[in-house]
C-alpha cells in the first residue's frame, strides 16, 4: 500500500506543471484605449490575420 500511494503522490507531483493556471492578461491602459470610451460596446473585428476595433488591448505574460 505504501507503493501505491508513493506512486500517486509522484505521478501528481508530475502532473503540476500541466495543470497550471492561465496567467491573467495586463491592461495597458486603466481606462482602454484612448480616445475609444464612446466605442467600447462595438465589437472586435478580424480581418484576415488583422484584429481591428481593439478597445480595450491587453497583454498576456508567459514565463518559460
Known amino acids: 500500500m505504501t507503493r501505491l500511494s508513493s ?4 505521478i501528481t ?3 503540476l506543471p500541466l495543470t497550471a493556471a492561465q496567467p491573467d492578461a ?3 491602459g ?5 480616445g475609444s470610451e464612446a466605442r ?3 465589437p472586435e473585428k478580424l480581418d484576415d ?3 481591428l476595433n481593439v478597445h480595450n488591448p491587453s497583454i498576456t ?3 518559460k
Do not use: D
Not at 30 to 34: L, N
Open 7 to 10: 506512486l500517486a503522490v509522484a
Open 13 to 15: 507531483i508530475c502532473m
Open 26 to 28: 495586463l491592461p495597458l
Open 30 to 34: 486603466p481606462h482602454g484605449a484612448p
Open 40 to 42: 467600447v460596446s462595438e
Open 49 to 51: 490575420t488583422n484584429v
Open 61 to 63: 505574460p508567459f514565463w
